[in-house]
């Protein structure tokens, strides 16, 4: 029997194209006006230091462990196939080397301790997930957002999925790093009304420093999609990471870069934490960053009137 979206809209539009999804948040209000279904795609080409979800980089499915939650029944030993996991006076260890990321032991986990991160889905699928929740669109002013990871690093998946949307009168947003070709990007943004943007750093030496990447194609990519989207609004953000990317100069360059383009709503300072540090954990790595504060509010606060003296709005957050 077809499902209800079958029966709607036929597979050939498009709706059967796959993606490789990380997650699915509902009722979010940091990601776009009104209330957000938020889908968190597999992927990024960046490898920032900060990255509050490292479970999002690659774009290929990976195994979570989460020590506190193991009961240490040992079943995940005996369902590896490539004896990856171990047990050594009664701990469980797991060699990443070895793991092929199967999912046998997350499948036998009865603690819930073993997770796969990257679930194989289509436009369809997800769309049925966002129907659910239209009418809180509908009420106050939301929609979809694609998030990550990078959307754009699926772009066949990305874009059938903002055309679906559109096509239903659901507003559609998009958070990108905009290290992508310009013809993806051009491509997403035909079916998109709001482009978060982030901006990590504005020199090209301490971009790739913290990131793994030069800034050139990003900064590019921002140009000339201000310029050729006239009716997409644009914010651009800013994760403000202590000692890494919150001088006064760095900001400073910043708004004036993004003071001298069409379509910019506004600026936001996203503050950093600490918030996915768990996840290092769970894929045996360590976080780079141990040890750094938040910053203060006194700072932000400095930093935001900074920034508004190049005439853009300024806000600290997403909200």
């Known amino acids: ?90 701990e469980i260890l797991t060699d990443r080397t070895g793991c092929d990321n199967c999912g046998k032991c997350v499948e036998v986990c009865p603690g819930g301790a073993r997770k796969m991160a990257g679930k194989k889905t289509t436009v369809m699928e997800v769309l049925g997930e966002v129907r659910r929740d239209s009418v809180f669109y509908q009420y106050s002013g939301g929609g979809v957002t694609l998030s990550g990871g990078e959307p754009l690093l699926q772009p066949e998946f990305s874009i059938e999925l903002l055309k679906a949307c559109q096509r239903e009168g659901i507003h559609t947003a998009i958070e990108t790093c905009a290290h992508a070709d310009w013809h993806i990007l051009r491509a997403a943004l035909k079916y998109t009304d709001l482009a978060h943007v982030d901006i990590k750093h504005m020199d090209p030496a301490q971009h790739k420093r913290l990131t793994g990447r030069g800034n050139s194609l990003i900064l590019s990519n921002i140009r000339r999609a201000c310029h050729a989207f006239p009716n997409v609004l644009f914010i651009i953000r800013v994760p403000v990471i202590p000692g890494y990317n919150d001088s006064d100069q760095n900001i400073a360059d910043t708004a004036r870069f993004a003071s001298e383009l069409p379509n910019i709503q506004r600026i936001e300072l996203l503050p950093y934490h600490r918030l996915g540090t768990a996840r290092y954990s769970a894929l045996g790595r360590e976080y780079p960053l141990e040890g750094v504060p938040p910053p203060s509010e006194d700072h932000l606060n400095h930093l935001k009137k900074l920034a508004g003296c190049h005439g853009l709005a300024v806000q600290i957050g997403g909200r």
């Open 1 to 90: 029997m077809l499902n209800r979206v079958q029966e709607i809209v036929p597979p050939e539009t498009g709706l059967m194209t796959p993606g490789l999804l990380l997650s699915i948040e509902r009722g979010s209000i940091d990601d776009g006006p009104g209330l957000r279904t938020v889908a968190f795609l597999k992927g990024c080409p960046l490898r920032c230091l900060w990255c509050s979800t490292p479970d999002a980089e690659l774009a290929s499915s990976e195994m979570e462990y989460f020590i506190d939650r193991c009961i240490a029944c040992k079943k995940c030993a005996e369902a590896c196939p490539t004896g990856a996991i171990l047990v050594s006076d009664g």
